[in-house]
Structures are given as structure tokens and as C-alpha cells.
């Protein structure tokens, strides 16, 4: 009988076979997401993440630049969002609510 492993604090990123622009991200959690758990409360919320595939400044690198958004369920058009899914996020300052994450050279 095999174990069913639960890895927290960790996802996956697909290849993005929907990229239609340029700007659209090279991969993507979708259709699932990084599980990370809060270390104050142990909540555990899921994360999306996106990633592009960059040239560095030395000629023949590359680099993965990563963001993570948290990741909060959309209603379908035309409709609300269900009572108890979650606001998303205020910011006063009008930045954005992304955060890019480390580059990752390879």
C-alpha cells in the first residue's frame, strides 16, 4: 500500500500552455497551488504562483523571476462570490498586492 505524502509549505509549477501574450507568465500553479502555512496562527492559505523564464546580463543565463499572489477562489460571471469566500485584500497605497519573489539563477 503506498502513503499519500502531504508536503507543506511548498507547490508546483506547471508549464503555462495557454500564453498567448508576451507578458503572460511561461508557468504557472495553476491547476493547483503552494500550500504555505502561516508560522504565528498554523493557518494554512494557498498561494498562486506565476513564473517567467528571463535572460540575465551575462550572455547564456537565464533565470526564473517568481511572484506569489494569494490565491482567492472567483465566482463565475455574473455572480457574487460565495459568503464565506475571502475579501480580497486592501491596500490604501494603491500598490500592488504581488510580491516578486527571489531570482533563482539555473
Known amino acids: 500500500m503506498s502513503e499519500q505524502r502531504t508536503y507543506t509549505n511548498s507547490g508546483k509549477l506547471y508549464r503555462n500552455r495557454n500564453k498567448n501574450q508576451p507578458k503572460h507568465p511561461d508557468y504557472t500553479s495553476f491547476p493547483s497551488a503552494a500550500h504555505i502555512t502561516c508560522p504565528h496562527c ?3 492559505t494557498p498561494w ?15 533565470f526564473m523571476s517568481i511572484a506569489f499572489q494569494i490565491d482567492t477562489p472567483k465566482a463565475p460571471a455574473g455572480m457574487a462570490p460565495a459568503p464565506d469566500a475571502p475579501a ?7 500598490e500592488s498586492t504581488t510580491t516578486a519573489g527571489p531570482e533563482v539563477l539555473f
Open 88 to 94: 480580497p485584500a486592501e491596500n490604501p497605497t494603491g
Open 42 to 44: 498554523q493557518k494554512m
Open 48 to 62: 498562486k504562483m506565476v513564473a517567467w523564464i528571463k535572460n540575465g546580463r551575462i550572455p547564456g543565463t537565464k
